[in-house]
């Protein structure tokens, strides 16, 4: 099953993010790896993916640089410093609260009171 | 530039309506994709439109750059701060120096011109040519707040208005300046 495309670029930044974390990818490659790494539940059109890269490079989140791939121009990003402390930052916070949701969901831990 | 009659008009759709730059970047995204379909064996028409599927509509597509480009974000930002920096000029009461009629005349339509632009360029959601205006009002607008700082010089007397409404002008003239190279090499 899909998952929901609205529910999913809520936190496709940070997603993208982390697809950067361990090297520069161009964007097709990016799209690739989110769809490995979900086993591909996160199935997003690249051209979803491509305006998200620039805003976050407009942020300074990733740096993107030119070269040339079979006779084409490709785009490869990396991340930046600034983008490598945003990635700590929105999974220390995601970490945070869905261990705070999981808690919440769990049967016993909303007892009925009399 | 691959010989499929799919890939190739997509191709030509994201060239005609997205800037070079984009257009690359998206194009090399769907070749890898219709490359790699190919290599897993499909036809070249199965490969071409499962690559088209996987990159998006076309229309979502630019949608997606003009919503985002600084063209647009630039003139709602120049018509947000608009009203402010007239409201200073107002209250100058600039209407009262002595400058002709047909000068006046023709800074207002000047005026009203490049508010029509950043407008067009402000609500574009599907047009990414259109957030382009900026690149053109933008200077226009640097022209006439130049203009009017420049006419202030004759004005009958110096007052806390005049110098706000300069200031005012200068900055938002140094707004203008800082964000165009954006607009111009998106």
């Known amino acids: 099953m899909k998952a929901e495309a609205q529910v999913l670029k809520g936190h496709l930044d940070m997603l993208l993010l982390a697809t950067l974390e361990n090297g520069p990818r161009h964007g097709y490659a990016v799209r690739e790896a989110l769809r490995a790494a979900s086993r591909s539940r996160f199935d997003l059109p690249t051209g979803t993916i491509y305006p998200a890269l620039r805003r976050l490079e407009t942020a300074g989140l990733v740096k993107g640089r030119w070269s040339a791939e079979g006779g084409r121009r490709r785009r490869t990003y990396e991340l930046t410093a ?19 949701v999981s808690a919440i969901l769990e049967p016993a831990s909303c007892p009925a009171t009399p | 530039m691959p010989g499929n009659a799919l890939i190739s008009s997509y191709l030509r759709g994201l060239r005609r ?21 190919l290599a897993s064996g499909q036809s070249a028409d199965a490969a071409a439109r499962a690559a088209v599927t996987e990159t998006g509509d076309l229309g979502q597509v630019v949608g997606e750059f003009t919503r ?12 947000a701060i608009g009203p402010v920096v007239g409201g200073c000029w107002i209250a100058t009461r600039w209407w009262a120096w002595p400058t ?5 005349l023709g800074f207002t ?9 950043l407008a067009i360029a402000a609500t574009s959601r599907h047009s990414y040519r259109r957030t382009r205006l900026t690149a053109a009002a933008g200077p226009g607008l640097v022209i006439l707040d130049a203009t009017v700082i420049t006419a202030a010089l004759v004005a009958p007397a110096l007052s806390w208005p005049l110098v706000i409404a300069v200031a005012a002008s200068l900055t938002r003239m140094a707004l203008t300046l800082t964000a165009l190279p954006r607009i111009t090499t998106a």
């Open chain 2, 100 to 104: 002709p009629a047909a000068a006046r």
């Open chain 2, 17 to 37: 309506r997205l800037p070079a730059g984009l257009a690359d970047e998206v194009s090399d995204g769907l070749i890898e994709a219709y490359q790699q379909h």
């Open chain 2, 68 to 79: 985002q480009a600084p063209g647009r974000s630039t003139a709602r930002a120049l018509l």
């Open chain 1, 82 to 100: 600034a983008g490598r402390r945003r990635l700590a930052g929105d999974r220390a916070a995601w970490r945070d609260f869905t261990s705070v």
């Open chain 2, 109 to 117: 339509a000047a005026l009203l011109l490049m508010i029509s632009a």
